[in-house]
């Protein structure tokens, strides 16, 4: 680990600390987006809203507070010392912040949890009639159109400074091929949905009730 003053002496976390780091999903992702360059907190903010903003969010409220404690925790440092505005200040990752990263993405994934308010009017839409489970089968069509365009748009490795290593791209182009097959996966499953509230039996309940949505 970097040390620019060689007078103080050395506060690196030992291998126990990092063993035993507890960071949030914030701290973690902001190791992460350091780890392929250095960048500031807008940069790092700018990079998670070209992708992980659909399945990992980086909180602008928590953003700049967490680098704080990266830095006071030596897991990041300025290369050239810190300047004005921080803001605009540039971040690297230290040798520690390299070591913990590496044992975050070693360990276990926690178990998927989703947040899809869509999904949850589904439960209870069914007593209203098929009208509105049809409203609630286009407006998620409408959400994953808008979805996967979003995804293809993004150029991955686009935004890093000079010629990457190819193979430093192969997780980014994995995770864009995931949300694009993720998002047709769903298109398909509205097109079936819809197809089998329009037989004639649920098409007669839902034109009933359709004028009051």
């Not at 178990?111 to 049809?134: C, I, S, T, W, Y």
């Not at 959400?143 to 490795?157: D, M, V, Y």
């Not at 298109?187 to 009730?209: I, R």
Request: charged content about 25%.
């Amino acid at each position: 680990m970097k040390n620019s003053d060689s007078a103080k002496p050395d506060s690196s976390p030992s291998q126990s600390d990092i063993d035993h780091i507890e960071l949030t999903a914030t701290a973690w992702t902001i190791l992460g987006f350091l780890s392929l360059q250095p960048r500031s907190g807008y940069e790092i903010r700018e990079a998670a809203k070209r992708s992980v903003r659909f399945f990992w969010g980086i909180s602008d409220g928590q953003l700049y507070p967490q680098l704080k404690i990266l830095e006071d925790l030596a897991l990041i440092e300025a290369p050239k010392g810190v300047e004005r505005p921080r803001s605009r200040q540039r971040w690297q990752l230290t040798d520690t912040g390299k070591e913990a990263l590496r044992k975050w993405l070693v360990s276990p994934s926690a178990h998927l949890q989703m947040r899809d308010e869509n999904l949850v009017k589904f439960l209870f839409a069914g007593q209203e009639g098929p009208a509105l489970l049809l409203h609630l089968i286009r407006e998620r069509r409408e959400s994953f159109t808008w979805f996967l365009n979003a995804i293809k748009e993004t150029q991955p490795g686009s935004s890093w400074e000079g010629s990457k290593e190819d193979s430093s791209l192969a997780g980014p182009l994995l995770l864009q091929h995931y949300g694009i097959d993720f998002a047709e996966t769903v298109l398909d499953w509205c097109d079936q949905a819809e197809v089998s509230l329009l037989t004639p039996k649920n098409k007669k309940a839902s034109s009933d009730k359709e004028e009051s949505l």
